[in-house]
């Protein structure tokens, strides 16, 4: 089974990877921001739990992200492999990662990081700024916030895969096509 965790800074064209990837290895996509609308919108039992926390300006509990996780894989037994999308964030997330996927019996296959300067991502993302309608999509400001931000959250746990050997770096600057080749070629040395 092929599980990849993909990374990568805001703009940096997760998106446009990931289905990329879903559709050439026919993966299941799971990107914890859809899985919590869909989990909340549908009003489930994981879905009041997770509202309880957010209603107290909580953060929603690791152990109900990898319940969500755990109901989301375990209803699609049928997938040649997962592409996390958003998650692990921390590294405790990603030993809960680890803890979900041994009991599967299988693995993460790697991390594979978007690399792209901070110049080129802010560069994008004003660039989608003009379409998006976010707000957060406009300001230098903010988007310099938002990278620092993933820096700090992600360097512990491409740290931690990489302890592993499971860590890639792709150069995430260059045509979609480009990037997806760079990225296969990894992916296909499995």
Do not use: W
């Not at 009991?103 to 110049?119: N, Q």
């Not at 999509?137 to 592993?164: C, G, L, M």
């Amino acid at each position: 089974m092929l599980n990849l965790i993909l990374f990568g800074p805001p703009g940096s064209g997760k998106g446009t990877q990931a289905a990329l990837l879903v559709e050439k290895y026919k993966l299941l996509h799971i990107s914890t921001g859809d899985m919590f609308r869909y989990e909340l919108s549908n009003n489930t039992e994981l879905g009041q739990l997770a509202k309880s926390y957010i209603d107290k300006g909580q953060l929603v509990p690791d152990s109900v992200t990898i319940s969500m996780l755990r109901k989301r894989v375990e209803d699609n037994p049928d997938v040649g492999g997962i592409i996390f999308d958003g998650f692990p964030r921390t590294v405790a997330q990603a030993e809960a990662l680890d803890v979900l996927l041994d009991d599967m019996g299988t693995s993460v296959s790697y991390l594979i990081s978007l690399d792209v300067p901070d110049a080129e991502i802010t560069e994008r993302i004003l660039l989608r700024g003009k379409t998006s309608g976010r707000s957060d999509d406009n300001d230098p400001e903010i988007i310099a916030k938002r990278i620092s931000v993933y820096k700090s959250e992600t360097t512990p746990v491409f740290d931690y895969y990489a302890e592993e050997g499971k860590s890639l770096k792709i150069n995430g600057v260059g045509s979609i096509e480009e990037i997806f080749e760079r990225i296969c070629e990894e992916v296909d040395t499995l």
